[in-house]
């Protein structure tokens, strides 16, 4: 499908969470070719934890499982208590995500960073 039939991410703030330098600016790049606005994207849960208890909106997020060791869970719990949509953008099988998370969608990396912006639409707070 032509990129210009897809939903459209205008207007939508969406949290990189990526230690991957060359990972995160790929995914950045897609989402703004989507027309989002991307918040980082941030190499570690302390400073993704800082943007989240800020007042600007997010309307999704994007997460590594593994940033540098620590493993994202405490955010995705941050995220969930506030009600903002997230998807896992990992290296590791389904099989590594708790149970508490099955019904979160998981990207296994290595995947198109444009095939992710595409599908974010649908998991995405109205913006």
Request: some cysteine; glycine content about 6%.
């Amino acid at each position: 499908m032509p990129y210009s039939e897809v939903q459209s991410l205008a207007h939508c703030r969406i949290l990189v969470v990526e230690d991957e330098y060359f990972i995160a600016d790929e995914m950045a790049l897609a989402l703004r070719a989507f027309g989002a606005e991307v918040i980082g994207p941030v190499p570690t849960m302390d400073k993704a934890i800082k943007i989240v208890e800020s007042t600007e909106p997010i309307h999704a997020a994007i997460l590594d499982v593994n940033l540098k060791g620590a493993r994202v869970f405490p955010l995705a719990d941050i995220l969930g208590e506030r009600g903002i949509p997230f998807v896992f953008a990992t290296g590791y099988s389904g099989t590594a995500i708790p149970a508490a998370y099955e019904a979160v969608p998981l990207w296994e990396k290595p995947f198109d960073p444009r095939a992710l912006a595409q599908a974010l639409p649908a998991v995405v707070l109205p913006c």
